[in-house]
Antibody, heavy 119, light 110 residues
Framework: QVQLVQSGAEVKNPGASVKVSCKASGYTFTSYHIHWVRQAPGQGLEWLGIMNCGNGDTSYAQRFRGRVTMTRDTSTNTAYMDLSRLRSEDTALYYC????????????WGQGTMVTVFS | QSALTQPASVSESLGQSITISCTGTSSDIGYYNCVSWFQQHPGKAPKVMIYNVTNRPSGISNRFSGSKSGNTASLTISGLQDEDEADYYCSSYTTRNTYVFGPGTKVTVL
């Protein structure tokens, strides 16, 4: 079945980087875009960016430009989100989501990856 | 801070209807018909209920409907059921080739 499976929880120190993976299965990976969305504990959804899994083109939210990088490996159908210079406010559940419906960030969602920034 | 605004909470009795508003600007909701609505139950991933303002994905009840007027989009849930109690988020594509979410609305079924 169509699914996105994300990597496990991470604990990082302030100033470090984290790389979260999102492995797709059950569909043609390169035919869809992947969004990354995060949710801090008890807070709302926040959009980080989008990647075209076919050609690798990306668009990032203004406040994350310079800190976030989205890439993919088409040989393993895996998308990656790298966030650098972590601070405590980056503690959140990070989701990848497929754009299977036009201009809608997520018909299929990963299970989420908890990233805790802790000194 | 979200670029879209939503009411923090809405409450209504079982079987009744509610409408949740989502107000943006002429650079997002007002410019494109690219508004989506997501339902999120505690501890679960969001689920898309409406996309492109009015479209329901396969499997979504027709009790959920969407509309838009100017810079404001709306989600209406009719015949409220217990399972509709959740957080609801709107999102929109923007003229900066980005997306933005609203802050979310907590729906309580009385």
């Amino acid at each position: 079945q169509v699914q996105l499976v994300q990597s496990g929880a991470e604990v990082k120190n302030p100033g470090a980087s984290v790389k979260v993976s999102c492995k797709a299965s059950g569909y043609t990976f390169t035919s869809y875009h992947i969004h990354w969305v995060r949710q801090a504990p008890g807070q709302g959804l926040e959009w980080l960016g989008i990647m075209n899994c076919g050609n690798g083109d990306t668009s990032y939210a203004q406040r994350f430009r310079g800190r976030v990088t989205m890439t993919r490996d088409t040989s393993t159908n895996t998308a990656y989100m790298d966030l650098s210079r972590l601070r405590s406010e980056d503690t959140a559940l990070y989701y990848c989501a497929r754009e299977g419906l036009t201009f809608s960030p997520g018909d299929i969602w990963g299970q989420g990856t908890m990233v805790t920034v802790f000194s | 801070q979200s670029a879209l605004t939503q009411p923090a909470s809405v409450s209504e009795s079982l079987g009744q209807s509610i409408t949740i508003s989502c107000t943006g600007t002429s650079s997002d909701i007002g410019y494109y018909n690219c508004v989506s609505w997501f339902q999120q139950h505690p501890g679960k991933a969001p689920k898309v209920m409406i996309y492109n303002v009015t479209n329901r994905p396969s499997g979504i009840s027709n009790r959920f409907s969407g509309s838009k007027s100017g810079n404001t989009a709306s989600l209406t849930i009719s015949g409220l059921q217990d399972e509709d109690e959740a957080d609801y988020y709107c999102s929109s594509y923007t003229t900066r080739n980005t997306y933005v979410f609203g802050p979310g609305t907590k729906v309580t079924v009385l």
